[in-house]
């Protein structure tokens, strides 16, 4: 008989795991998401993050992509993952903001500091869905590493029309 997992909504500068089935739901626009999920123990966690490096200043929060993937990464390991059986899927990064100077691309910084890290821990990327102009909602469920993901679509308003 398979149970329903429970549902958890992450929030930006959040990560979360948990070895009972757990539906992980989250909402990106430049943030990026990072799954890992154990293939023989079978759970997993998600992290989410708005900026890619932590300058050393201040409190090392998981608001930092170095600092989530690594709290991610150990979370699994205190629960008894081998580094070897993780896998990994990264998601979003888009540039949902219209800038024009590349210093502020920070979708795409999020994505690139993303991929280093996880290939420097010899963590397969087995999906990813990143960049783009539009958002995204994620769901992750822990008990089987599935994604389903839905675009979000931008929603102009011209203020100007307010009254």
Request: hydrophobic content about 40%; aromatic content about 12%.
């Amino acid at each position: 008989m398979m149970v329903d997992p429970e549902i958890y909504f992450l929030y930006p500068a959040e990560l979360f795991a948990s070895q009972k089935p757990y539906q992980i739901n989250t909402i990106l626009g430049s943030c990026v998401a990072v799954c890992f999920w154990d293939t023989v123990l079978k759970y997993g966690g998600m992290c989410h993050y708005m900026l890619p490096l932590w300058n050393g200043t201040g409190l090392a929060s998981p608001k930092y992509g170095n600092i989530a993937i690594e709290r991610l990464l150990e979370k699994m390991i205190a629960f008894g993952s081998n580094k070897i059986n993780i896998v990994s899927k990264i998601f979003g990064g888009g540039e949902v903001i219209d800038v024009k100077n590349q210093h502020f691309y920070i979708g795409e910084r999020n994505i690139e500091l993303a991929i280093k890290m996880i290939k420097n821990h010899n963590i397969p990327i087995i999906s990813s869905s990143t960049g783009g102009k539009l958002g995204r909602k994620i769901i992750f469920y822990t008990h089987t590493g599935e994604v389903k993901q839905r675009y979000v679509q931008r929603k102009i308003t011209n203020f100007d029309d307010i009254k």
